[in-house]
């Protein structure tokens, strides 16, 4: 039987052994090359970070294990084993697992687990819009008994080598507090180069930083400025706090005499060069008879923000108010007023992103019809797509004719991983499945091509579908009193700038989806200007009949009428991105300071350090001026 000093030691080593195990998962998590690049004083720097944040990743489980320790052996002599083997190979196994997850996520997608990822995960229907096929699950599933049998086995060799030659004779006693001091050391001073950084103007280690997961950094500009270390100036930009007050104003609605029928069409991850002649030839052909956007931005780089803009056309970061008090969008109040017939179509859920509970968030259940409604027999995204094809065309045609009617439609095949049947494979060879899980940044690199061959094929499908609508309308001389819109919700990375899917950068493969708008009478024309999707409803609500001025509802601009876009305002999850002609900024959202944007050209050009800085100094102006727009639908607190 072993004693409790002999048990401590026994799962001192252990743990020690995990944290060897730690540092191997996320040797990948530090960029040690462009700290090499960077001197040996930055390699120097990445090296303390990789290992103390191997030790501070494996804290929490210490934490439970010691916890657990001084409550069973206040008194006891012998250690309790029964309890402490189990709870540390639980507590390990999840650690090293989480990371193991955490280390692939930004392999495949350039961010860590975050408030995003466990959106995902909590929201129902969130998991199903990966796309993890069935051997992605097995795989993961298999990963995770893996991680747990190794800690199983670092134990049993642990106990193994503890029994047969007892504690190292050449370890001091004092070993683990040394080692515990040592850390304390290292954090503390890796901290304080961190600070003088950031209060110099260093980038290469706050580039560094960026790429730990959850690096928590500190600042002192204050105090180094006291000591006579010469601070960076840094531009402060807010967001404005208070309740959501939106519209401005209610909205003047005058009924038109003939009112438009609409046929809203948006598609899962269509990115802007995938309209092309050879991928979308019905989609091409009948752009050309409408107006087509070729420099037309997202609202963001995921559906969530991508669908809210171009709904309700404002910025992405009024998805979190708007969600809290279940506010709608108003061109729905509008459509209601007007007495229009309604019906709204997802191959995925409306619960996942949450339009249930914004935009859509006054639309009757009954009128929202989701993809699991027709998903006899497992239906792939693809099947599900030609299945509410069906559904919306029966709904025009079974409609009372006297009133309007709105429809939109969500597309899926498009979304990873990539849906499409063999007819629509114009694009060879590629991969059958997408297994995640197996992917290597290597492995992923090499078969990219690949990978995008699937994406193209999916394109393709999608086509099909568009033409089945458009093909409808003409056969039933609609199309002479329908608007019609077809966008992407946001793009699709494939490496091109480093990273793959969406959700994860503002790079222009991310964030620039086609838009083609046909309107009854109008001339077809190309609209090379920048446009984005919170240009949609001001675009529409003049058509629909509000003599409101703009302002009261969007920040966006009538894409009919003679304004001229100056700049763009993306959003994501945390962050938010200013782009115009020269410059694209992007930086954290609702933070006091930006202490690091990413400064780029307009189209993701590298700049050098010296030209990120003048380029964010000429534009401080306007990034003042993209803060009051962000906040411009709140009304702030009386003082």
Known sequence: MLSVHQLRRILAFFFLATYVVLLAITWDGVDFASAKEDGAFTLGFAVVVWLTYGLIYLLPALLVTWLV????????????????????????????????????????????????VINLVA????????GASDASNATFAGIAVAFIALQVLLLAVTLFAYRKFGEPKWLPDRFFTGLLVLFVIAT?????????????????????????????????RGLFAKM??????????RV???????????????????????????????????????????????????????????????????????FTGIPGNYWFPFLAERKGAAVIDVLKAQDYQTSFYTSAKFSYPEFDGTIFAKVPSEQLHEGHEVAEGGSAGWELDRKNVTRLLKFIDTRDKSKPFFTFMFFESPHARYYFPPENAIRKPYPDDINYFTLSREKLAAEMPLIKNRYVNSVNHLDSQFARVIDYLKKNNLLDNTIVLMLGDHGEEFMEKGRWGHNSAFTDEQIRTPFV???????????????????????????????????DYTTGINLLSDEIRSHAVLAEWSSTAYIDDEVKIAMPLAVVATQHPRV?????????????????????????????????????PAK
């Open 240 to 310: 404005a706090k208070g309740s959501l007050n939106y519209p401005l104003n209610p909205l003047d609605v005058v009924k038109p005499a003939k009112p438009y029928n609409v046929v809203w069409l948006v598609s899962e991850s269509w990115r802007a060069d995938m309209l092309d002649p050879e991928i979308m030839p019905s989609t091409w052909g009948f752009a050309q008879t409408a107006k087509r956007f070729t420099r037309h931005y997202s609202g963001g780089n995921g559906t969530r923000v991508g669908v809210f803009t171009m």
């Open 517 to 551: 708008l046909w309107v009854p009478g109008m001339k077809p024309s190309v609209y090379e200007r920048m446009s984005n999707h919170m240009d949609v409803i001001p675009t529409l609500m003049p058509m629909f009949g509000v003599k409101n001025p703009k302002r």
């Open 123 to 130: 929201t129902p229907g969130g998991l199903e819009s990966l």
């Open 69 to 116: 320790d001084k409550l069973v052996h206040r008194e006891r002599q012998h250690g309790h084993t029964a309890v402490f083997y189990p709870l540390a190979i639980l507590c390990t196994g999840i650690t090293t697992l989480f990371f193991y997850a955490n280390a692939k996520l930004f392999t495949l997608y350039g961010f860590f687990v975050n408030s995003f």
């Open 188 to 220: 503390v001073g890796e901290r304080i180069v961190y600070a003088y950084s950031s209060a110099t103007g260093v980038a290469s280690i706050s580039s560094l930083t960026q790429k730990v997961p959850y690096y928590l950094g500190v600042t002192a």
């Open 228 to 237: 006579g270390v010469k601070v960076k100036r840094q531009e402060e930009f």
């Open 600 to 636: 780029t050209g307009p189209h993701d050009e590298p700049l050098s350090e010296k030209e990120q800085d003048a380029a964010f100094s000429r534009k401080a102006k306007n990034l003042t001026g993209m803060m009051e727009e962000l906040g411009r639908y709140v009304s702030r």
